[in-house]
Protein backbone atom coordinates (compact mmCIF):
# COMPACT_ATOMS: atom_id res chain seq x y z
CA UNK A 1 0.00 0.00 0.00
CA UNK A 2 1.31 3.63 -0.70
CA UNK A 3 2.03 5.90 1.41
CA UNK A 4 -0.53 8.39 -0.38
CA UNK A 5 -3.37 5.47 -0.18
CA UNK A 6 -2.46 4.26 3.88
CA UNK A 7 -3.09 8.29 5.26
CA UNK A 8 -6.58 7.96 2.93
CA UNK A 9 -7.31 4.85 5.10
CA UNK A 10 -6.07 7.08 8.11
CA UNK A 11 -8.54 9.90 7.53
CA UNK A 12 -11.41 7.71 7.03
CA UNK A 13 -10.87 5.93 9.50
CA UNK A 14 -10.25 9.23 11.92
CA UNK A 15 -13.75 10.60 10.21
CA UNK A 16 -15.71 7.30 11.80
CA UNK A 17 -14.28 8.07 14.99
CA UNK A 18 -15.23 10.61 17.78
CA UNK A 19 -12.45 12.46 19.94
CA UNK A 20 -13.48 10.97 23.15
CA UNK A 21 -12.74 6.93 20.98
CA UNK A 22 -16.60 6.56 20.00
CA UNK A 23 -17.81 5.79 16.50
CA UNK A 24 -20.12 7.59 14.65
CA UNK A 25 -22.86 5.43 14.57
CA UNK A 26 -22.64 5.24 18.50
CA UNK A 27 -22.75 9.34 18.94
CA UNK A 28 -25.90 9.23 16.16
CA UNK A 29 -27.09 6.00 18.71
CA UNK A 30 -26.91 8.78 22.08
CA UNK A 31 -28.42 11.24 19.69
CA UNK A 32 -31.72 9.37 19.23
CA UNK A 33 -32.21 8.60 22.93
CA UNK A 34 -31.53 12.38 23.09
CA UNK A 35 -34.69 12.94 20.84
CA UNK A 36 -36.66 10.08 22.96
CA UNK A 37 -35.35 11.78 26.31
CA UNK A 38 -36.45 15.38 24.68
CA UNK A 39 -39.76 13.68 24.07
CA UNK A 40 -40.20 12.45 27.47
CA UNK A 41 -38.79 15.94 28.64
CA UNK A 42 -41.94 17.73 27.43
CA UNK A 43 -44.28 14.28 28.35
CA UNK A 44 -43.45 15.25 32.32
CA UNK A 45 -44.12 18.80 31.77
CA UNK A 46 -47.82 17.72 31.81
CA UNK A 47 -47.31 15.57 34.63
CA UNK A 48 -45.84 18.30 36.93
CA UNK A 49 -48.76 20.46 36.15
CA UNK A 50 -51.24 17.91 36.99
CA UNK A 51 -49.35 17.56 40.19
CA UNK A 52 -49.09 20.78 41.07
CA UNK A 53 -52.59 21.58 40.76
CA UNK A 54 -53.84 18.32 42.35
CA UNK A 55 -51.00 19.78 45.17
CA UNK A 56 -52.77 23.40 45.44
CA UNK A 57 -55.80 21.90 45.73
CA UNK A 58 -55.17 19.39 48.70
CA UNK A 59 -53.31 22.46 50.56
CA UNK A 60 -55.98 24.78 49.91
CA UNK A 61 -58.35 22.19 51.42
CA UNK A 62 -56.24 20.87 54.46
CA UNK A 63 -53.57 23.27 54.79
CA UNK A 64 -50.75 21.13 54.28
CA UNK A 65 -49.20 19.53 51.12
CA UNK A 66 -49.89 16.12 50.27
CA UNK A 67 -46.72 14.23 51.06
CA UNK A 68 -46.86 11.15 48.25
CA UNK A 69 -47.32 13.82 45.55
CA UNK A 70 -44.44 16.07 47.39
CA UNK A 71 -42.16 12.45 46.91
CA UNK A 72 -43.41 11.79 43.66
CA UNK A 73 -42.71 15.60 42.71
CA UNK A 74 -39.09 15.17 44.12
CA UNK A 75 -38.11 11.76 42.46
CA UNK A 76 -39.80 13.16 39.36
CA UNK A 77 -37.49 16.82 39.75
CA UNK A 78 -34.40 13.56 39.92
CA UNK A 79 -35.24 11.92 36.98
CA UNK A 80 -35.21 15.05 34.91
CA UNK A 81 -32.15 16.08 36.15
CA UNK A 82 -30.75 12.60 34.91
CA UNK A 83 -32.39 13.16 31.65
CA UNK A 84 -30.44 17.20 31.49
CA UNK A 85 -27.22 15.25 32.28
CA UNK A 86 -27.54 12.44 29.94
CA UNK A 87 -28.36 15.12 26.92
CA UNK A 88 -25.56 17.36 27.92
CA UNK A 89 -22.80 14.74 28.21
CA UNK A 90 -22.38 15.13 31.89
CA UNK A 91 -23.17 11.58 32.06
CA UNK A 92 -23.34 8.76 29.97
CA UNK A 93 -25.77 6.77 31.82
CA UNK A 94 -29.74 6.77 30.79
CA UNK A 95 -32.05 7.07 32.39
CA UNK A 96 -35.41 5.79 33.76
CA UNK A 97 -36.74 2.80 31.86
CA UNK A 98 -32.90 1.85 31.50
CA UNK A 99 -31.97 2.05 35.04
CA UNK A 100 -34.42 1.89 38.23
CA UNK A 101 -36.48 5.18 38.66
CA UNK A 102 -34.77 7.80 41.15
CA UNK A 103 -35.45 7.76 44.94
CA UNK A 104 -36.62 11.14 45.87
CA UNK A 105 -34.02 13.28 48.30
CA UNK A 106 -36.54 14.68 50.76
CA UNK A 107 -36.45 12.15 52.85
CA UNK A 108 -32.71 12.38 53.00
CA UNK A 109 -32.91 16.29 53.80
CA UNK A 110 -35.41 15.64 56.32
CA UNK A 111 -32.88 12.91 58.19
CA UNK A 112 -30.00 14.58 57.26
CA UNK A 113 -32.14 18.04 59.09
CA UNK A 114 -33.24 16.09 62.13
CA UNK A 115 -29.43 15.05 63.17
CA UNK A 116 -28.36 18.59 62.41
CA UNK A 117 -30.79 20.40 64.68
CA UNK A 118 -29.81 18.63 67.98
CA UNK A 119 -33.33 16.16 67.96
CA UNK A 120 -32.61 12.29 67.32
CA UNK A 121 -34.01 11.00 64.28
CA UNK A 122 -36.59 8.32 65.07
CA UNK A 123 -35.99 5.30 65.16
CA UNK A 124 -38.46 2.26 64.47
CA UNK A 125 -39.14 0.34 68.07
CA UNK A 126 -38.59 -3.11 68.21
CA UNK A 127 -41.26 -5.81 69.34
Known sequence: M????????EQTTEAATAPE??????????????????IITRLAEFVIWG???IQLVYKLSTKKPNDRITTFG????QYITQIVRF???????KPFPFQSWP????KEESS???????TPPTQPQAS
Open 74 to 77: DSLA
Open 103 to 106: APAI
Open 51 to 53: AAI
Open 21 to 38: GESTAQVLLRGLYMVLFA
Open 2 to 9: SKKEEKKV
Open 87 to 93: QTFNSDE
Open 112 to 118: AASATDG
